[in-house]
C-alpha cells in the first residue's frame, strides 16, 4: 500500500514556475513508476509526465514536453514536478499516482487505469 501525498501548487502568472511534489510512504519507493495527471474543471484527466521504476527514463505528454521536468528522490520518497513557462491553459488540479513494478508491466502508460494509487491532488491556477 501506497500513500501520496502532493504539495507546492498555487496562484502564478503566465511565464512563472512552480515546482509540485509528491511525497509516498512505504519503503519500496523505487518499486513504482510515478506519474503526474491533471484535470481542469469540465474536462477529463490529463497525462502529463511519468518517471520509470529504475532507470529515471521520462515521458511527457506533448502539451508541457520542454516545459515541464518529472523527477524522482528515492531517498526521500518523492516526486518532482518542475514546471516553467506556465500558461493559463496548465491551470487544473495535479494529481501524483504510483503504478507498482510486476511482471509483464510495461513503461511508460499514460493511461490512468494502469496506476494503482493516486494523491489528493493540489490546485495549480495561472493567470493571464
Known amino acids: 500500500q501506497v500513500q501520496l501525498v502532493e504539495s507546492g501548487g498555487g496562484l502564478v502568472q503566465t511565464g512563472g514556475s512552480l515546482r509540485l511534489s509528491c511525497a509516498a510512504s512505504?519503503?519500496?519507493?523505487?518499486?513504482?513508476?510515478m506519474a503526474w495527471f491533471r484535470q481542469a474543471p469540465g474536462k477529463e484527466r490529463e497525462f502529463v509526465a511519468t518517471?520509470?521504476?529504475?532507470?529515471?527514463?521520462?515521458y511527457y505528454a506533448d502539451s508541457v514536453k520542454g516545459r515541464f521536468t518529472i523527477s524522482r528522490d528515492n531517498a526521500k520518497n518523492t516526486v518532482y514536478l518542475q514546471m516553467n513557462s506556465l500558461k493559463p491553459e496548465d491551470t487544473a488540479a495535479y494529481y501524483c499516482a504510483a503504478r507498482e513494478r510486476r511482471a509483464g508491466r510495461i513503461w511508460p502508460s499514460a493511461s490512468g487505469r494502469h496506476y494503482n494509487y493516486w494523491g489528493q491532488g493540489t490546485q495549480v491556477t495561472v493567470s493571464s
Open positions: 518517471i520509470s521504476w529504475s532507470d529515471d527514463n521520462t
Open positions: 512505504g519503503r519500496t519507493f523505487s518499486s513504482y513508476a
